[in-house]
T-cell receptor, first 114, second 113 residues
């Protein structure tokens, strides 16, 4: 069974440019998460989806960040415009259903903003 | 910042046992997790323990839970060089009806020959 797929694995952009990250969860997993991981820290939740509904986006900086999961399967996280402080690893995870919350992580996208 | 606390670094000799410690915050947490992260990779679920258990063993891994002190530990027996990684402790928060995970900052384990 394929794991959580993320692309790209690495992205380097200049500040003020837009950037997008893509995630395909494990087949059949209804819940999808986007996390931010700064260097030397644990992941911090940005947004959580239950199917196509964003059920927790309280930590998402909505002035520049947006996310979508239109058909309840794969998801895109966008930053526009990117700032220097956005340099981090963006992790996607999925879990089978609400309640179990055993989350399976993708390899992440490492973003560098110059 | 993280409310889940872990020591930042652990050095261990190959073949010895490693013990990674974690203190968590929510005494009502239902599940507690250990994840492993190798360089350039995502987090790999190692094991988890339900809050009504004191211990869980899975091959070389032993998880101990002290609910009174809100202390969780992960013991790795016969540590190998492939165990070198960052280990994250996480608790499932019951203050959130969706069971949000709160991660610690991670413990870097370095295994020396």
């Amino acid at each position: 069974e394929a794991g959580v797929v993320q692309s790209p694995r690495y992205k380097i952009i200049e500040k003020k440019q837009p950037v997008a990250f893509w995630c395909n969860p494990i087949s059949g997993h209804n819940t999808l998460y986007w996390y931010l991981q700064n260097l030397g820290q644990g992941p911090e939740l940005l947004i959580r989806y239950e199917n196509e509904e964003a059920v927790d986006d309280s930590q998402l900086p909505k002035d520049r960040f947006s996310a979508e999961r239109l058909k309840g399967v794969d998801s895109t996280l966008k930053i526009q415009p990117a700032e220097l402080g956005d340099s981090a690893v963006y992790l996607c995870a999925s879990s089978p259903e609400r309640g179990t919350d055993t989350q399976y992580f993708g390899p992440g996208t490492r973003l560098t903003v110059l | 910042g993280e409310d889940v606390e872990q020591s930042l670094f652990l050095s261990v000799r190959e073949g010895d046992s490693s013990v990674i410690n974690c203190t968590y915050t929510d005494s009502s947490s239902t599940y507690l997790y250990w994840y492993k992260q190798e360089p350039g990779a995502g987090l790999q679920l190692l094991t988890y323990i339900f809050s009504n258990m004191d211990m869980k063993q899975d091959q070389r891994l032993t998880v101990l839970l002290n609910k009174k002190d809100k202390h969780l530990s992960l013991r790795i027996a016969d540590t190998q060089t492939g165990d070198s990684a960052i280990y994250f402790c996480a608790e499932r928060m019951t203050t959130d009806s969706w069971g949000k995970l709160q991660f610690g900052a991670g413990t870097q384990v370095v295994v020396t020959p």
